[in-house]
């Protein structure tokens, strides 16, 4: 399995569609045969391509002191749907900020970018055409062909740690349908964008040698659920992967040798619009599939209860420490947080709230919470905790999570999800 590490986009543009096709290229021969690349910032380059075949510095530089020398990067890349692979060189442009994709001309094109691969080309000129500049037609801004033409260039990293690079292109002024939804692709086809690279540290996006389709939804447990097929909107919905897994799991934590880390809570955004793509079913065997989704939620809890613990006896409260309860468990779930800890306020240890919010999903994934969840962090605003751990899966040794303290409606977006029904009176 490989997943999504970074995506290099760019926006053909007039010139750079003219140099890859040889329009306008002067009789004496040479030319221009690349493909401008601009507006990347050092730090993306080097991330993207540290693992490069050949990265050379170059004698052009990003600063004026001459500290931080621009690379050169050539690499192998696969046509993404193709069996073929070739090197690509992503240069400097002497005298200029930006890079150029070099040597992109008819006769050394990359195969994700030629007409094997159905890239776009320029109107071929008529027989009695008096206009010069070759076999194809000079045509401003090639109205029709390349309106919504991008390039890209992909980063993949398998679950040994291999990185390997692939090249396709997307021709649309939309995300497609079977693209998955809520993981970021969507900048690509935002208006006004022309290029970027974006990254997907705390995403999951399964890599499919696919043109039409190269990527799919997946998580942290893909292989605990043995990579099976999921919602393209799985990200943005409140399922968990492992509603669709087809056998019940095993999802070994060793507590005694785990690391927490705390990271900000991410900034709320809306939810994508969801694309109409392929359904999924869950797990037809519902008691199996909810022993699954309840197992993800015992081990957030109890990871919890651990991370409260190693909290009040690093603060000296092995007392306090002893009397955290875990109330889900001795009193059920209607009280509207799980746990029971402590915590300093005012200057002294006065018990606090928690409810655990655990899935396979990355950071920014939402979670389902109850009406009675809602209203006890109103009722207990200044001492209700919602912890939000993620990315659980069998053997993780480093457990990350948020955590946000007060009303779920002042920091959480709400959407409702359930109806409550009473039946219509007939009279």
Known sequence: MEYVSAI?????QDSDFTNMYGIKKPTSGGGQTYIQAAGYERHELDKMFESADTIINTIEYWDSEK?????????????????QTAKIELAPRTGRKDYRISRQNLKHRHPAWSAVAGFPEPLLQSATSTDSGG????????????DNLYIYILKTISENG???????????????????????????????????????DEQFIRFENNQECPFAAGCAADPDIDNVILPSDLAVSIDDAVEY????????????????????????????KNNAGKRVNKDTDYTRR????????????????????????????????DKIKHVSKTEGDGLGYDIVSYEKIGGTFKEIYIEVKTTTGNINKPFDIS???????????????????????NGMTTIPYYKIKGSVKEHFMLEATSFKAYPKSTI
Do not use: C
Not at 8 to 12: C, E, S
Not at 180 to 187: R, S
Not at 261 to 267: G, K, L, R, T, Y
Not at 379 to 385: I, N, P, T
């Open 67 to 83: 500290k931080y020398p621009r690379k050169k990067y050539i690499f192998p890349a696969t046509a993404i749907g193709l069996k």
């Open 135 to 146: 076999t194809y037609h000079y045509q401003k801004n090639y109205p029709g062909i390349i």
């Open 8 to 12: 290099l986009y760019h926006k053909i």
């Open 290 to 321: 909810q022993k699954n989704k309840k197992k993800i939620g015992d081990i957030g809890e109890k990871l919890v209860m651990q991370l409260e613990y190693e909290k009040l006896i690093n603060l000296g409260q092995k007392n306090l420490a």
């Open 371 to 393: 009406a009675n969840e809602v209203e006890v962090s109103e009722l207990y605003s200044d001492r209700y905790y919602i912890y939000r751990l993620f990315n659980i899966h």
């Open 162 to 200: 291999d990185s390997k690079f692939y090249a396709s292109y997307i021709n649309t002024d939309k995300m497609p349908n079977n693209w998955p939804i809520g993981v970021g692709l969507e900048q690509i086809f935002k208006k006004q964008t022309r290029q970027g690279i974006l990254f997907f």
């Open 245 to 272: 897994a087809n056998k019940s799991l095993a999802i070994e934590i060793d507590f005694n040798n785990v690391k927490f880390e705390h990271v900000p809570a991410p900034i709320t955004k809306r939810k994508p």
